[in-house]
């Protein structure tokens, strides 16, 4: 059957003030890419040509480290920058603030789990944030953006950052839960496993999964997250992460502390200490999880690269089937 003509929506109108942010934007990312030659391409000449295998990407800012745009040198983005504005501000947890917001450019997407540069008029530096919402909810977006020093990030947790505010985004990157690809397709088991800010992705990812029909992923049994952080009240989505496994008989959730004690001990009764390799062999052997495993690491470097390094050379996963993304 022919498809109805939609019908032409009306221009949107642009400001001097949307100008100029587009040009705020180009210039910083022509200024960041002379420091770090080739690492990005100006808004209009087109995504990088990039390498899209699944393998380990890293991302954050702070200290001496690499800034976002260095470390994501080698990945694709999207061709726009989108315009956004700040619609609602929430303090997730004593240190992580989710933003909402809404993105004017109906031409923006992404994909469950991808990040976006985010551009900030005035601000010398690049943030880069993962999604913690879904494709579906767009043009609304959210991100959740822990406190540090980092210009970006310090402007989050700022009274700067605030209702009407605007800001400009462009996707990017391979890590993701992608509903056309085939090893999404063929997965049995998915498993998530997050350290702190890490959850961002893999919680996105998981919702994406869940909230895709069944009758499109009939083989699909069972999802994992396991997801560690220092205290309770740093488990960021942990209500809403409890609501969804108990609406869905998929969702096996694990939750636990690392750091929880002190004067500051906060009450606890779950699990406690560092994940390993006990706790991975055994959201592997569960009876029902079935034998093609898709698993997803994100963290801090160090439980990133020990936790991947477990999944395939002690629980002998197929390389390719471990994706993981490390955030400082």
């Not at 002379?34 to 390498?51: F, K, T």
């Not at 880069?128 to 919402?133: A, D, E, F, K, R």
């Not at 090893?183 to 498993?191: C, T, V």
């Not at 592997?284 to 020990?306: F, I």
Request: charged residues 25%.
């Amino acid at each position: 059957a022919p498809r109805p003509i939609a019908t032409p929506l009306p221009a949107p109108r642009v400001s001097l003030r949307d100008i100029a942010m587009r040009g705020a934007a180009a210039s910083l990312i022509a200024r960041c890419a002379r420091r770090a030659p080739g690492a990005v391409e100006s808004p209009g000449i087109g995504a990088l040509a990039a390498r899209r295998s699944h393998g380990t990407a890293s991302h954050g800012s702070g200290g001496v480290r690499p800034d976002h745009l260095t470390r994501t040198a080698g990945e694709p983005r999207e061709d726009i920058v989108a315009d956004a504005k700040i619609i609602a501000v929430h303090e997730e947890t004593p240190t992580v603030r989710e933003l909402v917001l809404e993105v004017s450019d109906r031409a923006f997407t992404f994909r469950a789990g991808n990040w976006v540069d985010f551009f900030i008029d005035g601000c010398p530096k690049i943030g880069g944030y993962s999604m913690c919402s879904t494709p579906s909810e767009l043009p609304k977006l959210r991100l959740a953006v822990k406190r540090s020093l980092h210009p970006p990030a310090a402007w989050c947790h700022s009274e700067a950052c605030a209702i009407g505010a605007h800001v400009q985004m462009r996707a990017g990157g391979t890590f993701c839960w992608d509903p056309a690809g085939y090893a999404e397709r063929s997965a049995e088991h998915l498993l998530f496993v997050a350290g702190g800010i890490g959850i961002n992705p893999l919680y996105s990812m998981a919702q994406a999964a869940l909230l895709a029909p069944r009758s499109s992923f009939p083989q699909l049994r069972r999802i994992s997250l396991l997801y560690s952080a220092s205290r309770p009240s740093e488990l960021a989505y942990r209500l809403h992460l409890e609501e969804l496994a108990r609406g869905d008989e998929r969702l096996r959730l694990s939750l636990r502390v690392t750091r929880n004690d002190g004067a500051e001990q906060e009450p606890w009764e779950g699990l406690t200490g560092r994940m390993g390799v006990a706790e991975l062999r055994a959201a592997l052997s569960e009876e029902s999880a079935g034998n093609k495993v898709l698993s997803y690491v994100c963290g801090p470097p160090a439980m990133t690269d020990a936790l991947v390094d477990v999944l395939r050379s002690e629980l002998g996963l197929p390389k390719e089937m471990v994706r993981s993304e490390k955030w400082w």
